[in-house]
């Protein structure tokens, strides 16, 4: 079956850095995007960053473009986010996204279980 398991979060002091891991299985890895997102208590579910099946294009959040890098290591099933210079406003739970995009339609989409991250002194 589907699953989208991620590793990596926890507690950083402002500053800090984490590296977040989406490891996936039972699927075409290389033929879905994938992307990170986050939600903070009392907000809503935002993308924070994507990276293409094809080509490996990245797209970023304003508010982490220069802090965060997304990557996917298509050998491995795997998806990464690292996360320099964190600061509080990036504390929220952090979940991995799988995206089957055919002509703009979404066809296919699967998601993580989420993992805590947060920055505090």
């Known amino acids: 079956q589907v699953q989208l398991v991620e590793s990596g979060g926890g507690l950083v002091q402002p500053g800090g850095s984490l590296r977040l891991s989406c490891a996936a299985s039972?699927?075409?890895?290389?033929?879905?995007?994938m992307s990170w997102y986050h939600q903070a208590p009392g907000k809503e579910r935002e993308l924070v960053a994507l990276?293409?099946?094809?080509?490996?294009?990245?797209n970023y959040a304003d508010s982490v473009k220069g802090r965060f890098t997304i990557s996917r290591d298509n050998a491995k099933n795997t998806v990464y986010l690292q996360m320099n210079s964190l600061n509080p406003e990036d504390t929220a739970v952090f979940y991995c996204?799988?995206?089957?995009?055919?002509?703009?339609?979404?066809?296919?989409?699967?998601w993580g279980q989420g993992t805590q991250v947060t920055v505090s002194s």
């Open positions: 996204n799988a995206a089957l995009i055919r002509n703009g339609v979404t066809l296919l989409n699967y």
């Open positions: 039972g699927f075409t890895f290389s033929s879905f995007a």
């Open positions: 990276i293409t099946s094809v080509g490996g294009r990245t």
